[in-house]
């Protein structure tokens, strides 16, 4: 009986599948980055989903505020902000601020029990149209009570981002570089 190593020792494609699995690997291992980086021209979304919270949705006759922190921000520069009551960008739009002003250190909207797409505790925020870079190192909602304290927290899940290059620039390589032993082989 053969045995993984001797099939791959016999194998003329050898040389290929160590690049490729070698290229997948750094691909699979390598660690998003604490920020997420948004250019102009990009569209990137945050889901917020509030499920399994101790204090579960909806959280009726309270406000809702999600928090933006960042980083890298220049003078001037301008996001277009929207809200939705679904995931990924998905139901009905509940607010866009366009050409709204990005600080250098934190951005908050406060949306009141009027806006129940958020309150049901599942909803998205979509950055677009920045006219400069800038760096977005968290986001957070929380849900507020009557008297503005926070009963539940969840942090943003970034869903949409342009992949960073390094990131192709390396699954390229690997790619390429399998390709080309395959064919001496």
Request: aromatic share 8%; with cysteine.
């Amino acid at each position: 009986m053969l045995t993984l190593r001797n099939r791959l020792a016999q194998s003329r494609s050898l040389p290929s599948v160590f690049c490729v699995v070698t290229a997948l690997l750094f691909v699979a291992l390598a660690r998003p980055a604490a920020a997420t980086t948004i250019h102009p021209g990009d569209i990137v979304y945050f889901n917020y989903d509030f499920t399994g919270q101790p204090v579960p949705p909806p959280y009726t006759g309270d406000n809702m505020s999600i928090a933006f922190n960042f980083s890298g921000v220049a003078g001037g520069t301008v996001a277009t902000w929207t809200f939705f009551d679904g995931l990924s960008g998905t139901g009905a739009v509940l607010a866009t601020l366009p050409n709204t002003g990005v600080p250098t250190a934190t951005l908050t909207f406060v949306a009141g029990s009027g806006f129940t797409g958020l309150l049901d505790g599942i909803f998205s925020a979509r950055v677009s149209g920045a006219n400069q870079s800038f760096e977005i190192t968290s986001s957070t909602a929380s849900a507020l009570n009557v008297a503005g304290a926070p009963v539940a927290t969840v942090t943003g899940t970034v869903v949409t981002s342009v992949p960073e290059p390094a990131t192709i620039a390396l699954l390229v390589t690997g790619l390429a570089g399998g390709m080309r032993l395959r064919r001496r082989t």
